[in-house]
């Protein structure tokens, strides 16, 4: 089955640190560009950050650009977000989402169910 | 405040069409193409239309997608109560050099 499956999420405090990450299975993981993408509760989509599929280029929203570090492993079809001075805006259910270009069109066409990060202050 | 402008509601009753717009600039919809996402109540969002106007397979043709300069639509013709849902627009923005999204339209079938 063509899925993506996160991880990692709980509740940390502000100014803390923690790792989400992804697992990609039934399709061909190193061929496609990945992202992050979050919803706040009751909020809309905001796109997190982008990595092409060899680790570069990488590409970061500015509310979270030397905060956040995006990385993959396509030997173990993974994807990861190190978020590292996490604030209380940085509560959402994060997406991991695959990245997927037809006729020189990017689009999301894979999404996660996602993986709730609350942060306390 | 999100970079692509969409309405906060929109409402029809089943049979009818309507149409839910989003708005942009140069450096966002009038540079590239936009998608269009449905997310179900307490589920993740599926892509619902790519490249402007293409229908990924398993979508219905009710719903169709155009563009003209910086601002896009979605119409989803023949309303059903399944369609109840958010509505989302996304495309790349060049200057930003990140993926933009609209802020969602709720749907309401009436």
């Known amino acids: 089955e063509v899925q993506l499956v996160e991880s990692g999420g709980g509740l940390v405090q502000s100014g803390g640190s923690l790792r989400l990450s992804c697992a990609a299975s039934g399709f061909s993981f190193s061929a496609y560009s990945m992202d992050w993408v979050r919803q706040a509760p009751g909020r809309g989509l905001e796109w997190v950050s982008h990595?092409?599929?060899?680790?570069?280029?990488?590409y970061y929203a500015d509310s979270v650009k030397g905060r956040f570090t995006i990385s993959r492993d396509n030997a173990k079809s993974s994807l990861s977000l190190q978020m590292n001075s996490l604030r209380a805006e940085d509560t959402a259910l994060y997406y991991c989402v695959r990245d997927w270009t037809a006729n020189n069109s990017p689009t999301f066409d894979l999404w996660g169910q996602g993986t709730l990060v609350t942060v306390s202050s | 405040q999100s970079v692509l402008t969409q309405p906060p509601s929109a409402s029809g009753t089943p049979g009818q069409r309507v149409t839910i717009s989003c708005s942009g600039t140069s450096s966002n919809i009038g540079s590239n193409t936009v998608n269009w996402f449905q997310q179900l109540p307490g589920t993740a969002p599926t892509l619902l239309i790519y490249s402007d106007n293409q229908r990924p397979s398993g979508v219905p043709d009710r719903f169709s997608g155009s563009k003209s300069g910086t601002s896009a639509s979605l119409a989803i013709s023949g309303l059903q109560s399944e369609d109840e849902a958010d509505y989302y627009c996304?495309?790349?923005?060049?200057?930003?050099?990140?993926?933009?999204f609209g802020g969602g339209t709720k749907l309401t079938v009436l």
């Open positions: 990595i092409g599929v060899s680790g570069t280029p990488t």
């Open positions: 996304a495309t790349w923005d060049d200057t930003l050099n990140g993926w933009v």
